[in-house]
């Protein structure tokens, strides 16, 4: 893949040195950013006619996988980028594609709300008629890359229409944009994940993205697919890294007394067996989840709703037997275990939750609807 190589150098040069620190001063990582975009990956899933790679969901969840692999929060804010990248390509948004294709533009998601939490399909936020212009109100609970973003991807209440949403594309640093407080999570602790505050922001009618009252019909059948598949991705980059960090510091740590490495000791082995299964047997499922997407395969929505969830249960998993399998020095910020037993805590409550996702697997099971009708 052409753009592997300078994935790779940037991962080595940039992303990996700074992930402790981006992680112990929460910073936001804006060199591998600004390097990643610079190289072309963040707009690598821009159609070619606007100057993007043309490439599908295969090589984004590449992507995430191996940033994933060295830094949690980068892989999340690249992840953010694309979904909301997915929603400007499927409304034709040529100006803002055409940015991030030249590699000048960070773009990303704004649907959690403080009023209806995790179910992002309800927003309460609304979008008022002011003749040319619509007026945005909002309190945005969680918005990832929120002070160094170029523009969100908006979700509210229709103008007009049917129906429980509208999306609209809003440029950062807008007159009436806030963004209280700092982000200080367990994990994750550089994707600066803020509250968004909008109070009477204008836009312009032609900022909607689609039609008035569409919106999740946007989100469910285009953002919501890459969404799921990238942050699977980058669950399953957490594991591969945290099973790879285990098994190096059982080989290389020696029980003296025995004269014996902790490799020889059999529950510490065995716990890595299954560290390794696990992430083997969910990055299988991520990787049939993005076949069958691209093959349009008719079990695609169901393996992708199970991808994510799956992932999120593993990363959790993994990190656990590795923080049992390594024992006190896994407690430590000497190795890299801790970082990401923090950082694979997130996947589960980040919206669909982990109990939503299980609950649209049985309703696709059982041939229901994913959501109920809004009252």
């Not at 490799?263 to 047997?281: C, E, F, G, N, V």
Request: proline share 5%.
């Amino acid at each position: 893949m052409t753009y592997h190589k300078e994935l790779t150098r940037i991962i080595e040069e940039i992303v990996a040195p700074a992930a402790s620190g981006t992680d112990s001063e929460g910073a936001f990582p804006s060199d591998a950013v600004d390097a990643l975009g610079a190289a072309g990956v963040l707009g690598l899933t821009v159609p070619a006619p606007y100057g993007g790679g043309g490439l599908g969901p295969g090589a984004a969840t590449d992507v995430v996988r191996n940033l994933a692999t060295a830094c949690s929060s980068t892989a999340m804010v690249v992840t953010m980028h694309y979904a909301a990248t997915a929603a400007l390509t499927a409304t034709g948004r040529e100006d803002v594609l055409r940015e991030i294709g030249a590699g000048r533009h960070l773009t990303t998601l704004a649907f959690s709300e403080s009023g209806s939490r995790s179910h992002f399909w309800q927003p309460v936020s609304t979008a008022t008629a002011d003749g040319e212009e619509v007026v945005l109100d909002a309190r945005k609970s969680w918005v990832t890359s929120a002070r160094h973003a170029d523009s969100y991807v908006w979700s509210s209440r229709p103008l007009a229409a049917d129906g429980p949403m509208s999306l609209w594309t809003v440029p950062a640093g807008k007159d009436g944009l806030s963004l209280p407080g700092r982000f200080d999570g367990l994990g994750l602790r550089g994707n600066e994940s803020l509250p968004v505050h909008a109070d009477g922001v204008r836009v312009a009618r032609t900022d909607l993205l689609g039609e008035d009252g569409a919106g999740l019909d946007i989100a469910l059948t285009a953002v919501l697919p890459w969404f799921l598949l990238l942050s699977a991705s980058c669950g399953v980059g957490l594991a591969q890294a945290v099973t790879a960090a285990t098994a190096e510091h059982l080989t290389g740590t020696r029980l003296e007394h025995l004269d014996q490495s902790l490799a020889q000791q059999l529950p510490s082995r065995a716990k890595l067996a299954r560290m390794r299964i696990q992430t083997d047997r969910t990055g299988a499922l991520v990787a049939d989840a993005v076949a069958a997407v691209d093959g349009g395969r008719a079990d695609a929505q169901l393996l992708v709703l199970e991808a994510k969830a799956a992932a999120d249960e593993t990363a959790a998993e993994v990190a656990d037997l590795a923080m049992s399998a390594c024992g006190g020095a896994a407690f430590r910020k000497e190795l890299p275990i801790e970082r990401r037993f923090r950082d694979s805590r997130a996947a589960r409550v980040m919206a669909p939750t982990t109990d939503a996702l299980h609950d649209f697997v049985g309703r696709a099971l059982c041939g229901l609807p994913l959501l109920d009708a809004p009252a």
